[in-house]
Protein backbone atom coordinates (compact mmCIF):
# COMPACT_ATOMS: atom_id res chain seq x y z
CA UNK A 1 0.00 0.00 0.00
CA UNK A 2 1.17 3.43 -0.92
CA UNK A 3 2.07 6.14 2.03
CA UNK A 4 -0.88 8.59 3.03
CA UNK A 5 -0.40 12.31 1.67
CA UNK A 6 -1.31 13.06 5.30
CA UNK A 7 -0.53 11.35 8.29
CA UNK A 8 -1.37 13.19 11.90
CA UNK A 9 0.18 11.86 14.68
CA UNK A 10 -0.74 12.75 18.20
CA UNK A 11 -1.69 16.36 17.62
CA UNK A 12 -2.40 18.45 20.42
CA UNK A 13 -3.18 21.80 20.51
CA UNK A 14 -3.90 24.20 23.79
CA UNK A 15 -5.01 27.72 24.21
CA UNK A 16 -2.31 30.29 25.94
CA UNK A 17 -3.79 29.69 29.06
CA UNK A 18 -2.91 25.88 28.57
CA UNK A 19 -6.76 24.71 27.79
CA UNK A 20 -6.60 21.59 25.65
CA UNK A 21 -8.85 22.34 22.29
CA UNK A 22 -7.32 18.90 20.59
CA UNK A 23 -5.73 16.11 21.88
CA UNK A 24 -3.84 13.13 20.40
CA UNK A 25 -5.49 13.40 17.23
CA UNK A 26 -4.38 10.40 14.46
CA UNK A 27 -5.28 9.78 11.54
CA UNK A 28 -4.53 9.34 7.88
CA UNK A 29 -5.82 11.13 4.94
CA UNK A 30 -4.89 8.32 1.65
CA UNK A 31 -4.16 9.76 -1.79
CA UNK A 32 -7.38 10.71 -3.93
CA UNK A 33 -9.67 10.24 -0.96
CA UNK A 34 -12.38 12.64 0.66
CA UNK A 35 -12.43 11.76 4.85
CA UNK A 36 -15.56 13.34 7.02
CA UNK A 37 -14.40 14.92 10.08
CA UNK A 38 -17.61 15.23 12.16
CA UNK A 39 -18.48 16.08 15.46
CA UNK A 40 -20.71 18.95 17.43
CA UNK A 41 -20.32 22.46 17.37
CA UNK A 42 -17.10 23.44 19.35
CA UNK A 43 -15.50 19.81 19.00
CA UNK A 44 -12.15 21.15 17.30
CA UNK A 45 -12.69 20.55 14.12
CA UNK A 46 -12.36 24.01 12.58
CA UNK A 47 -8.79 24.23 14.95
CA UNK A 48 -7.52 21.01 13.19
CA UNK A 49 -8.22 22.26 9.50
CA UNK A 50 -6.61 25.63 10.63
CA UNK A 51 -3.75 23.64 11.91
CA UNK A 52 -2.75 21.82 9.30
CA UNK A 53 -2.46 25.02 7.24
CA UNK A 54 -0.15 26.83 10.29
CA UNK A 55 -3.14 29.09 10.48
CA UNK A 56 -4.06 28.51 14.16
CA UNK A 57 -5.16 31.91 16.03
CA UNK A 58 -2.25 33.63 17.95
CA UNK A 59 -4.47 32.72 21.06
CA UNK A 60 -3.70 28.79 20.05
CA UNK A 61 -0.43 26.83 19.36
CA UNK A 62 0.41 22.99 18.45
CA UNK A 63 1.74 21.81 21.70
CA UNK A 64 2.84 18.07 20.44
CA UNK A 65 2.14 15.95 17.63
CA UNK A 66 3.71 15.33 14.52
CA UNK A 67 2.04 15.94 10.64
CA UNK A 68 3.89 14.14 7.47
CA UNK A 69 2.42 15.02 4.53
CA UNK A 70 3.80 14.01 1.04
CA UNK A 71 6.47 11.97 2.92
CA UNK A 72 8.29 15.18 4.44
CA UNK A 73 7.48 16.52 8.24
CA UNK A 74 5.98 19.53 8.50
CA UNK A 75 6.80 20.60 11.71
CA UNK A 76 10.22 21.11 10.56
CA UNK A 77 9.06 23.11 8.04
CA UNK A 78 10.00 27.03 8.33
CA UNK A 79 7.81 29.52 8.25
CA UNK A 80 8.82 30.18 4.60
CA UNK A 81 8.26 27.08 3.28
CA UNK A 82 4.80 26.61 4.86
CA UNK A 83 3.63 30.29 3.12
CA UNK A 84 5.36 29.06 -0.17
CA UNK A 85 3.20 25.81 0.17
CA UNK A 86 0.44 26.61 1.62
CA UNK A 87 -2.14 27.37 -1.28
CA UNK A 88 0.05 25.41 -3.46
CA UNK A 89 -0.23 21.98 -1.63
CA UNK A 90 -2.49 22.51 0.88
CA UNK A 91 -5.20 24.67 0.32
CA UNK A 92 -8.80 25.39 2.05
CA UNK A 93 -12.11 26.52 1.60
CA UNK A 94 -13.89 28.13 4.33
CA UNK A 95 -18.04 27.52 5.10
CA UNK A 96 -19.01 31.56 3.97
CA UNK A 97 -17.05 32.40 1.16
CA UNK A 98 -17.89 36.45 0.96
CA UNK A 99 -15.55 37.13 4.24
CA UNK A 100 -12.90 34.73 2.91
CA UNK A 101 -12.52 36.76 -0.78
CA UNK A 102 -11.48 40.15 -1.08
CA UNK A 103 -14.66 42.48 -1.14
CA UNK A 104 -12.74 45.15 -3.49
CA UNK A 105 -11.28 42.81 -6.11
CA UNK A 106 -13.30 40.78 -8.81
CA UNK A 107 -13.50 37.18 -8.90
CA UNK A 108 -11.40 37.47 -12.35
CA UNK A 109 -8.95 39.77 -10.69
CA UNK A 110 -8.27 37.70 -7.22
CA UNK A 111 -7.74 34.14 -8.92
CA UNK A 112 -5.50 35.88 -11.82
CA UNK A 113 -3.35 37.63 -8.69
CA UNK A 114 -2.96 34.09 -6.95
CA UNK A 115 -1.22 32.44 -10.24
CA UNK A 116 0.63 35.11 -10.85
CA UNK A 117 2.41 34.51 -7.95
CA UNK A 118 2.41 31.23 -7.85
CA UNK A 119 3.39 30.38 -11.59
CA UNK A 120 4.64 33.55 -13.06
CA UNK A 121 2.12 33.60 -15.40
CA UNK A 122 1.21 36.70 -17.62
CA UNK A 123 -1.49 38.31 -20.17
CA UNK A 124 -3.30 36.32 -22.23
CA UNK A 125 -2.00 32.81 -21.18
CA UNK A 126 -3.01 33.77 -17.34
CA UNK A 127 -6.62 34.78 -18.40
CA UNK A 128 -7.00 31.78 -20.88
CA UNK A 129 -5.95 29.29 -17.07
CA UNK A 130 -8.10 31.58 -14.92
CA UNK A 131 -11.17 30.94 -17.31
CA UNK A 132 -10.53 27.56 -17.28
CA UNK A 133 -10.53 27.03 -13.73
CA UNK A 134 -13.97 28.35 -13.65
CA UNK A 135 -15.07 25.83 -15.80
CA UNK A 136 -13.33 23.69 -14.56
CA UNK A 137 -15.82 24.19 -11.06
CA UNK A 138 -18.88 24.31 -13.89
CA UNK A 139 -19.19 27.39 -14.01
CA UNK A 140 -21.63 28.35 -17.10
CA UNK A 141 -20.79 31.81 -17.62
CA UNK A 142 -17.15 32.29 -17.23
CA UNK A 143 -16.49 35.75 -19.00
CA UNK A 144 -19.22 37.52 -15.98
CA UNK A 145 -18.08 35.74 -13.33
CA UNK A 146 -14.44 36.57 -14.22
CA UNK A 147 -15.69 40.20 -14.30
CA UNK A 148 -18.13 40.08 -11.01
CA UNK A 149 -17.53 41.03 -7.49
CA UNK A 150 -17.97 38.69 -4.97
CA UNK A 151 -21.12 40.34 -3.56
CA UNK A 152 -22.52 40.48 -6.61
CA UNK A 153 -23.01 36.54 -7.16
CA UNK A 154 -25.21 34.06 -5.38
CA UNK A 155 -23.97 32.19 -2.49
CA UNK A 156 -23.87 29.03 -4.80
CA UNK A 157 -21.38 30.98 -7.57
CA UNK A 158 -19.60 32.27 -4.82
CA UNK A 159 -18.45 29.00 -3.34
CA UNK A 160 -17.68 27.67 -6.50
CA UNK A 161 -15.25 30.60 -7.44
CA UNK A 162 -13.51 29.93 -3.96
CA UNK A 163 -13.48 26.66 -4.80
CA UNK A 164 -11.56 27.49 -7.90
CA UNK A 165 -9.16 30.05 -6.29
CA UNK A 166 -8.24 27.00 -4.09
CA UNK A 167 -7.58 24.72 -6.98
CA UNK A 168 -5.93 27.22 -8.80
CA UNK A 169 -2.40 25.95 -8.31
CA UNK A 170 -3.65 22.02 -8.26
CA UNK A 171 -2.87 21.54 -4.02
CA UNK A 172 -3.00 17.81 -3.36
CA UNK A 173 -5.03 18.26 -0.01
CA UNK A 174 -8.04 20.69 -0.08
CA UNK A 175 -9.37 21.66 3.49
CA UNK A 176 -12.85 22.47 3.15
CA UNK A 177 -14.51 23.18 6.41
CA UNK A 178 -18.47 23.30 6.45
CA UNK A 179 -18.36 23.86 2.74
CA UNK A 180 -21.85 23.40 1.76
CA UNK A 181 -23.63 25.00 5.45
CA UNK A 182 -24.49 28.39 4.20
CA UNK A 183 -26.03 27.04 0.94
CA UNK A 184 -29.24 25.58 0.21
CA UNK A 185 -30.13 21.99 -0.66
CA UNK A 186 -30.00 21.63 -4.39
CA UNK A 187 -26.65 23.55 -4.11
CA UNK A 188 -25.54 21.66 -1.56
CA UNK A 189 -26.05 19.06 -3.67
CA UNK A 190 -24.29 20.32 -6.77
CA UNK A 191 -21.59 21.07 -4.73
CA UNK A 192 -20.94 17.82 -3.57
CA UNK A 193 -21.03 17.05 -7.05
CA UNK A 194 -18.05 19.08 -7.57
CA UNK A 195 -15.99 17.53 -4.85
CA UNK A 196 -16.67 14.14 -6.37
CA UNK A 197 -15.52 15.29 -9.64
CA UNK A 198 -12.66 17.12 -8.77
CA UNK A 199 -11.22 14.52 -6.83
CA UNK A 200 -11.98 11.62 -9.61
CA UNK A 201 -10.35 14.55 -12.29
CA UNK A 202 -7.71 15.80 -10.25
CA UNK A 203 -6.90 13.19 -7.50
CA UNK A 204 -7.61 15.78 -5.04
CA UNK A 205 -7.70 14.24 -1.71
CA UNK A 206 -10.49 16.06 0.50
CA UNK A 207 -10.20 16.98 4.13
CA UNK A 208 -14.37 17.83 4.30
CA UNK A 209 -15.01 19.10 7.46
CA UNK A 210 -19.19 19.04 8.28
CA UNK A 211 -21.58 18.77 11.27
CA UNK A 212 -23.73 17.85 8.71
CA UNK A 213 -23.49 13.88 8.66
CA UNK A 214 -25.69 13.69 5.43
CA UNK A 215 -23.51 15.70 3.32
CA UNK A 216 -20.20 13.12 5.00
CA UNK A 217 -22.12 10.45 4.08
CA UNK A 218 -22.61 11.29 0.51
CA UNK A 219 -19.14 12.08 0.09
CA UNK A 220 -16.61 10.47 2.50
CA UNK A 221 -14.57 6.92 1.98
CA UNK A 222 -13.29 7.65 5.81
CA UNK A 223 -14.88 9.61 8.49
CA UNK A 224 -13.59 10.54 11.65
CA UNK A 225 -15.66 11.54 14.68
CA UNK A 226 -14.30 14.22 17.22
CA UNK A 227 -15.48 15.19 20.87
CA UNK A 228 -13.89 17.73 23.00
CA UNK A 229 -10.77 17.82 21.25
CA UNK A 230 -10.46 13.81 20.77
CA UNK A 231 -11.28 11.21 18.04
CA UNK A 232 -13.74 9.13 20.08
CA UNK A 233 -13.90 6.89 16.45
CA UNK A 234 -12.39 6.27 13.67
CA UNK A 235 -12.78 3.79 10.26
CA UNK A 236 -14.37 3.41 6.94
CA UNK A 237 -17.82 5.40 5.92
CA UNK A 238 -20.21 2.64 6.20
CA UNK A 239 -18.99 1.07 9.52
CA UNK A 240 -18.42 4.57 11.29
CA UNK A 241 -22.59 6.01 10.29
CA UNK A 242 -24.08 2.50 9.98
CA UNK A 243 -22.50 0.25 12.58
CA UNK A 244 -20.79 3.26 15.08
CA UNK A 245 -18.89 1.75 18.10
CA UNK A 246 -19.46 4.75 20.11
CA UNK A 247 -22.13 5.98 21.87
CA UNK A 248 -21.72 9.54 20.77
CA UNK A 249 -21.74 8.56 16.89
CA UNK A 250 -24.96 6.46 17.90
CA UNK A 251 -26.52 9.96 19.17
CA UNK A 252 -24.89 12.21 16.43
CA UNK A 253 -26.53 10.12 13.84
CA UNK A 254 -30.37 9.85 15.80
CA UNK A 255 -29.72 13.55 15.92
CA UNK A 256 -29.55 14.11 12.41
CA UNK A 257 -32.55 11.87 11.91
CA UNK A 258 -35.05 13.87 14.09
CA UNK A 259 -32.81 16.83 12.40
N1 LIG B 1 -9.54 32.03 18.86
C1 LIG B 1 -9.77 31.15 19.84
N2 LIG B 1 -9.09 31.21 21.01
C2 LIG B 1 -9.32 30.32 21.99
N3 LIG B 1 -10.21 29.33 21.93
C3 LIG B 1 -10.93 29.20 20.80
C4 LIG B 1 -10.75 30.11 19.69
N4 LIG B 1 -11.58 29.72 18.70
C5 LIG B 1 -12.26 28.65 19.16
N5 LIG B 1 -11.88 28.33 20.42
C6 LIG B 1 -12.37 27.19 21.22
O1 LIG B 1 -11.83 25.99 20.66
C7 LIG B 1 -12.77 24.93 20.73
C8 LIG B 1 -12.94 24.29 19.37
O2 LIG B 1 -13.51 25.24 18.49
P1 LIG B 1 -13.69 24.95 16.95
O3 LIG B 1 -14.11 26.23 16.31
O4 LIG B 1 -12.48 24.28 16.41
O5 LIG B 1 -14.91 23.92 16.95
P2 LIG B 1 -15.80 23.39 15.74
O6 LIG B 1 -15.92 21.92 15.90
O7 LIG B 1 -15.28 23.90 14.46
O8 LIG B 1 -17.23 24.04 16.05
P3 LIG B 1 -18.40 24.51 15.02
O9 LIG B 1 -19.13 23.26 14.61
O10 LIG B 1 -19.26 25.39 15.85
O11 LIG B 1 -17.76 25.23 13.87
C9 LIG B 1 -14.06 25.54 21.30
O12 LIG B 1 -14.11 25.21 22.66
C10 LIG B 1 -13.87 27.02 21.13
O13 LIG B 1 -14.50 27.71 22.17
MG1 LIG C 1 -16.03 25.10 12.92
Redesign the pocket.
Known amino acids: MSAPLLSIRDLSVR?CAD?A??EQISFDVPSSSIVGIV????????????SLLRLL????RMSAGSLFFEGEDLSGWSSAQMRNSRGRRIAMVF?EPLSAMDPVWTVGEQITETLRVHDGLRGKELRARVLGLLERVRIADVERVFRSYPHELSGGLRQRAMIAQAIACRPSLLVA??PTSSLDVTIQAHIMQLFRDLRRETGLSILL?S?DLGVVRHLADRVVV?KG?RVVEQGDRAQVLSVPRAAYTRDLISAEGLA
Do not use: F
Not at 39 to 50: A, D, P, Q
Not at 57 to 60: A, D, E, L, N, R
Open positions: TRILGGSGSGKTTLGLPGTMQDEIHLG
